[in-house]
């Protein structure tokens, strides 16, 4: 029997519908991923309390930051460019390889083993500067965080040692986080058995204060890839 002329009518309607749907999924498909869905690459440059040392890889502070980040809807990776045991001058000398290029911005927490071994703050400045001057060059968006001197080197040691973090971060135009182990450092609790290196909570507490800073440095870095 023949089916009424209406029929066949719905019927190449209904396929003209689902071409035109698959034509707009395939579209859609390979349609490029608009740029701004890159994530932002940060690097964390540093010694131990960067690297994670004493802890598994997941509890490091890059890892912990980037986890942290990511849950307040930031589009970033932050690389783990830590070695434990790393001076200043240590920092420097493999900062060429161990910051790639294409960072769009960069955390520099280092000073801590020239603290500890009581080397000179005017060297450990000329480091830092170095350093920063590197990055400068590069155009690349900074976030200095600050380290504090034991006080078994005396006052003036202490001071000359502390005041380098501020004065650099000025001169350079970077943000300013000042003591990386602000309410860590002495807190049993919150460090390994060591005393000086935190333990998972430890590295917890440092990203939850860090955060605002590193907020600013994302700001920096969309800011800067924006203006080209």
């Given amino acids: 029997m023949a089916r009424p002329r209406h029929i066949w009518e719905r019927v190449r309607a209904s396929q003209s519908v689902v071409a035109a749907l698959l034509i707009g999924i395939m579209t859609v498909a390979a349609t490029p991923v608009a740029a701004d869905a890159k994530p932002l690459k940060l690097v964390a440059f540093g010694d131990s309390l960067v690297a994670g040392y004493g802890l598994p ?13 990511k849950a307040k809807g930031h ?3 932050v690389a783990n460019a830590g070695v434990s045991g790393d001076s200043t001058a240590a920092g420097l000398a493999r900062f060429d390889w161990a910051v790639p290029d294409d960072a769009d911005g960069v955390i520099v927490e280092l000073g801590a083993n020239d603290a500890l071994r009581g080397i000179s703050p005017e060297q450990t400045r000329k480091n830092l500067d170095t350093i920063l001057a590197k990055l400068k060059q590069r155009n690349v968006p900074v976030l200095v965080a600050g380290m504090r001197a034991p006080g078994n080197w005396g006052d003036a040691y202490r001071q000359a040692f502390d005041g380098i973090y501020v004065e650099l971060a000025k001169s350079y135009d970077a943000i300013l986080y000042p003591f990386f182990l602000a309410g860590v450092a002495l807190e049993a609790k919150l460090n390994q058995a060591d005393g000086m290196h935190p333990n998972r909570a430890g590295v917890d507490v440092i990203v939850e204060r860090i955060v605002p800073a590193v907020e600013k440095l994302i700001a920096k870095a969309k800011s800067r890839a924006t203006s080209g």
């Fill in 75 to 77: 589009n970033v990776t």
């Fill in 57 to 69: 890889a997941k509890d490091s502070f890059p890892v912990r930051l980037e986890a942290a980040l």
